[in-house]
């Protein structure tokens, strides 16, 4: 499918590129959909190429020795995926599995090599990017290091609604990601019961609301965010 250049200037990662740049990502680029539980990236795979999400959501795992997978992130519209394998030239650290119908940028080492060689930019932007995820990856440690499952989970869903949430015409905050109570259990390091327990309690008191979707929306951020404050 051709690359639609009016899309990409929206990206956090092309952001200032000059018009020269985004003609060699159009011209060379490759956008596709996948359906839902289609396996982008294995781990230990060789990685040749990266990916922007143009549409949708993903979801990063680990498989661990004994065979158990840890579930590492969510990833939404706007994201990069597999950027480090090109950055270092080592495998895939991670699988990265649909979770809904998502649009997917490929760009191939060549072009990234290209760009990040044609000013400082491309690099400064992907920088950035990697330093905003390292900072996230400090929060959640010590979050969960203090919080409760209350805590974490209220955690979360704070956190996915700065980083994707949509505010609407009544202030409310709704997070376009798809989030089962399964996917939460596992970001959290929860039982899916437990976590229904806390999902059951918030939407009771008229903080959040799910629909069909699994669509989160946030009716109440400050009492949310006093659940976090409360610690453990």
Do not use: W
Not at 113 to 132: C, K, W, Y
């Amino acid at each position: 499918m051709p690359v639609d250049v009016s899309k990409l200037s929206k990206i956090a990662l092309f952001d200032g590129l000059a018009a020269e740049q985004f003609t060699r990502i159009a011209e060379h680029a490759r956008e596709r959909t996948y359906r839902a539980g289609s396996a982008i990236v294995h781990q230990d795979d060789p990685g040749e190429t990266f990916y922007v999400i143009l549409r949708g959501t993903v979801k990063i795992s680990t498989t661990l020795p004994d065979g158990n997978e840890v579930f590492l992130a969510v990833l939404a519209t706007g994201d990069t995926v597999g950027e480090m394998s090109l950055i270092d030239a080592t495998g895939r650290s991670a699988d990265v599995i649909t979770q809904e119908e998502t649009t997917l940028l490929a760009i191939d080492r060549s072009v990234f090599d290209d760009l990040a060689g044609s000013g400082p930019i491309f690099t400064r932007n992907i920088m950035r990017i990697l330093s905003r995820r390292l900072r996230l990856a400090n929060v959640r440690i010590q979050a969960h290091c203090t919080l409760d499952v209350y805590g974490l989970v209220a955690f979360q869903i704070l956190e996915f609604a700065e980083l994707y949430g949509e505010t609407l015409p009544n202030g409310d905050r709704f997070i376009p990601i798809r989030l089962t109570q399964s996917d939460m259990a596992q970001l959290v390091g929860a039982s899916r019961e437990r976590v229904s327990q806390v999902m059951v309690s918030y939407r009771r008191k008229g903080l959040i609301s799910v629909d069909p979707q699994f669509h989160i929306t946030v009716h109440n951020v400050a009492d949310l965010k006093k659940r976090v404050e409360q610690g453990g």
